[in-house]
């Protein structure tokens, strides 16, 4: 809503009379921005440990268990037996939600299924434009395999511009390195910042790409990647225009 001592800055005229906003539009220039900015406010105490926001959808966080009690049956409510809890009434069955083509499950993100076997069913590509095709399903997937654009590198430079496209053994093993890769993703855990465990950034740099690992160890010591991107166009940008 429109603060009503700024309504009259809104004022526009019309055939029936002059009116003025009580709201922010659709479409609006900065609506998103404002909107945005007054739920961030509103909920500054309770960011980001508690909740947080993006324009109207609002997550909030609870708590890291699968509510089973000590013999392994759905829990209730201590401070109340005769509520169960809603997880427990109606999805007991779903062991992961499928959340904007990632599978977020109790030990992290993985690819969708459907996006797995899209890759692993793909054929050998005998056109440029099935390249792209390939490579465009691979960049939904990329955070989750490492060296990314270097294990790419050969399928990229077909669909360079005034480039022969030939496929080589070079662009099969890429072709099946992905394929393989794609079907054994580690999922990617939300890092725990209220953990005293070690948050670790790894990063690495070639004449291809720049890359980095999020990573934190775990509670069996292991390092357990959060996220993994490679980035070669910054590389490529420097070769291309070495002054900068």
């Known amino acids: 809503m429109v603060d009503p001592k700024s309504c009259n800055m809104t004022a526009f005229y019309t055939l ?6 009580t709201a922010l539009l659709m479409g609006y220039t900065n609506s998103p921005a404002e909107f945005q900015k007054c739920m961030t406010f509103i909920l500054a105490e309770e960011i ?3 909740a947080n926001i993006f ?6 966080k609870g708590l890291q268990t699968q509510y ?3 013999e392994g049956k759905p829990e209730t409510l201590s401070d109340n037996p005769r509520i169960h809890h809603f997880v427990w009434e109606h999805a007991q069955d779903i062991k992961y939600a499928v959340i904007v083509g990632q599978k977020c499950t109790p030990e992290g993100r993985l690819p969708e299924d459907d996006c797995i076997t899209k890759v692993l069913n793909w054929p050998i590509m ?14 939904t997937v990329r955070i989750w395999i490492r060296n990314y654009s270097q294990l790419a590198r050969p399928l990229t430079e077909l669909i360079c511009k005034n480039a022969n496209f030939e496929w080589t053994n070079r662009c099969q093993n890429s072709f099946d390195t992905l394929k393989e890769l794609v079907s054994s993703a580690p999922a990617l855990r939300p890092i725990d910042y209220a953990s005293d465990k070690p948050v670790i950034l790894s990063v690495d740099t070639s004449y291809i790409a720049v890359g980095f690992i999020l990573s934190q160890i ?22 291309n225009n070495p002054d900068i």
């Not at 324009?55 to 909030?60: A, F, K």
């Not at 509670?219 to 420097?238: C, F, Q, T, W, Y």
């Open 48 to 50: 980001p440990e508690v």
């Open 68 to 70: 089973l009690d000590e």
């Open 218 to 239: 775990d509670e069996n010591d292991h390092r357990r990647p959060a996220l993994v991107e490679m980035d070669a166009n910054s590389v490529k940008g420097i070769i």
């Open 55 to 60: 324009i109207d959808d609002l997550p909030i």
């Open 16 to 21: 029936l009379r002059l009116l003025c906003l």
């Open 126 to 139: 005998k056109t440029v434009k099935e390249v792209r095709g390939f490579l465009g399903l691979c960049g």
